[in-house]
């Protein structure tokens, strides 16, 4: 079974240039996560789908970032304009289904490889 | 304001040694927890997860969670150096959401 596809791998910017990211979730998992992670942190929440639709988007700044996940399937990430806090690991997870009132591998998430965004 | 809560570390086990990785949690609605592994320049790695009281075991791998005392556990038996890396701990939330904890670094030594 193929894992989460994410591209591109390593992206480096000038500040206030756009960027955008790429991800294919496993094969049938409905909830699709956008993550951001800084050295030293745990993962950052930036949005949450269900399918084609948003669940939870509190921790995007929508000021520069927006995503978009149109189909259900893949989703793209996106920056613009960028700042030099913007530098991190951009991860994207997925799961069966993290709606699911079930208490069960429904929950389990499963992250890509991630893509290392330097903005200079 | 929800937390999941580690020590940083690192923490130093000798090759061979039972590693202990500890994390506590704020959320008591909390039923799913997770642990993850992450080498350095890698995404997080699931390597187990944990819905009821009491012990759960996989392979060299244990984990623990005690949700009277909002604690979850896991233990490395027969550490490696191929261990040596960082854990996260996560607790899923009333919302359906992880919360992340900072992640604790681990080094075993030959």
């Known amino acids: 079974e193929a894992g989460v596809a994410q591209s591109p791998r390593y992206k480096i910017i000038e500040k206030r240039q756009s960027v955008a990211f790429w991800c294919n979730p496993i094969s049938g998992h409905a909830t699709l996560y956008w993550y951001q992670q800084i050295l030293g942190q745990g993962p950052k929440l930036l949005i949450q789908?269900?399918?084609?639709?948003?669940?939870?988007d509190s921790q995007l700044p929508k000021d520069r970032f927006s995503a978009e996940r149109l189909k259900g399937v893949d989703s793209t990430l996106k920056i613009q304009p960028a700042k030099l806090e913007d530098s991190a690991v951009y991860l994207c997870a997925s799961s069966l289904d993290q709606t699911s009132g079930r208490v069960s591998s429904y929950n389990e998430q499963f992250f890509g490889p991630g893509t290392r965004l330097t903005v200079l | 304001q929800k937390e999941v809560e580690q020590n940083s570390g690192p923490l130093s086990v000798p090759e061979g040694a039972i590693a202990s990785l500890n994390c506590t949690y704020s959320d008591r609605v909390s039923q799913s927890f997770f642990w993850y592994r992450q080498y350095s320049g890698k995404s997080p790695e699931l390597i187990m997860s944990i819905y009821s009281n009491g012990d759960k075991e996989d392979g060299r791998f244990t984990a623990q969670l005690n949700k009277a005392s909002q604690y979850v556990s896991l233990l490395i038996r027969d550490s490696q150096p191929s261990d040596s890396a960082t854990y996260l701990c996560a607790a899923r939330d009333s919302n359906y959401q992880l919360i992340w904890g900072a992640g604790t670094k681990l080094i075993i030594k030959p």
């Open positions: 789908f269900q399918n084609n639709g948003v669940v939870d």
